[in-house]
């Protein structure tokens, strides 16, 4: 299927522009092009922020007949499209559909002044679809005819984060092995990780998959029902059903990218000071200084290929279901999951001691 990286991620929210200023204000991203009623879509808003090579559009439904007003009456602000980059779009439909996969989009093409992008959309997991993206042109023109693109920003101000790094995605119970054998199948993407995690009397199972290109990941999660309630029983709870829990943003300097996010408003969650207390027993070393982490409260992890430090932005969402997560990775090819246990325990101590 010669499915690249992640074209870009598209969330439907109940206002873009009140999200748009989030992620700009927050994060630095920039709001570089629209499409709405001024220019033929009289159904919906959309606004495209960048950032790096992340590329994100926010989509309101301005009728109750667009499909964001469905979604977000059922799940919230969340992600609905998560865009593979692809050689062949019409031809990756079409295996696509021919492997099992709903269509949701017939291929379309958009072309404008020697540009021309080809999409078309199957639906993933839950609600959410995938769009397939061919293009060929200005890759800046992003979607010629739909989307106006605005001039450079003469201020574009300092690029954080690169790219997404990957999805966290949150199934209801039994559904993790046939999403795996789903992705496996329709996509071609391999299952590269699994692990049980416990946490006291919570558990859950977890998996990861990946396209062939090693550019598009997503960490499948599913609870244990035999065990007590936990997070990802309060998500799906929360959220309607399968649906993203946190995208995670890559960056090359964790800490003064926190402290920076930090500066505008951005708030993460806390961590004990008993977690960093524990490192010297977890691990020989740290890539990064312990008070740095310590003071930033960025969370440190290691596999055999080398650390990965990060951090949970707290949800802006009222249903508190999406949130941020901003990762380095000095070699680790994982995904910190040793941090739950870890984070577990010091919360534990602190109870204990305090």
């Known amino acids: 299927m010669d499915i690249g990286a992640v074209d870009h991620v598209e969330f439907y929210v109940g206002d873009a522009q009140q999200s748009a200023f989030y992620l700009c204000t927050g994060f630095g991203f920039r709001v570089c092009g629209q499409a709405g009623p001024e220019n033929g879509q009289a159904d919906h808003r959309s606004l495209l922020l960048r950032q790096g090579g992340t590329e994100i559009v926010l989509t309101s439904a301005l009728t109750p007949d667009h499909p964001a007003a469905a979604y977000v009456a059922q799940h919230g602000d969340g992600v609905a499209n998560i865009a593979f980059e692809v050689s062949d779009a019409a031809k990756a439909f079409a295996l696509a559909v021919e492997r099992g996969a709903t269509a949701v989009d017939e291929p379309v093409v958009h072309s404008q002044d020697g540009t021309e992008v080809v999409t078309a959309s199957v639906l993933g997991f839950g609600d959410v679809a995938h769009r397939f ?43 993790l092995r046939p999403t795996v054998a789903f992705y496996e199948k329709v996509f071609g993407f391999s299952q590269i990780f699994e692990e049980f995690i416990e946490v006291g009397s919570q558990a859950m199972d977890s998996k990861v998959v990946q396209s062939p290109s090693g550019k598009v990941t997503f960490t499948l999660i599913e609870p244990v029902t035999d065990r007590e309630p936990g997070q990802i029983d309060t998500f799906l709870a929360r959220h309607g059903g399968a649906g993203v829990q946190h995208l995670a943003l890559l960056c090359d300097d964790i800490v003064s990218t926190v402290e920076t996010l930090g500066n505008r408003g951005v708030a993460f969650l806390q961590t004990p000071g008993s977690y960093y207390d524990q490192l010297q027993e977890r691990f020989v070393r740290s890539d990064l200084l312990v008070e740095d982490l310590r003071r930033t409260n960025v969370l440190i992890d290691e596999d055999h290929w080398g650390q990965v430090f990060q951090i949970f932005t707290q949800s802006q969402h009222v249903r508190k279901t999406f949130f941020w997560e901003v990762i380095d990775r000095h070699g680790a090819r994982t995904f910190g999951s040793g941090n739950i246990k870890a984070l577990y325990e010091a919360v534990a101590r602190e109870k204990t001691t305090s």
Do not use: K, N, T
């Open 133 to 175: 993206v061919q293009r060929s042109g200005d890759r800046d023109q992003f979607l010629p005819g739909v989307m106006d693109i605005f001039a450079a920003d003469p201020e574009e101000g300092e690029q954080l984060l690169s790219i997404v790094d990957h999805a966290a995605i949150c199934l209801p119970a039994g559904q």
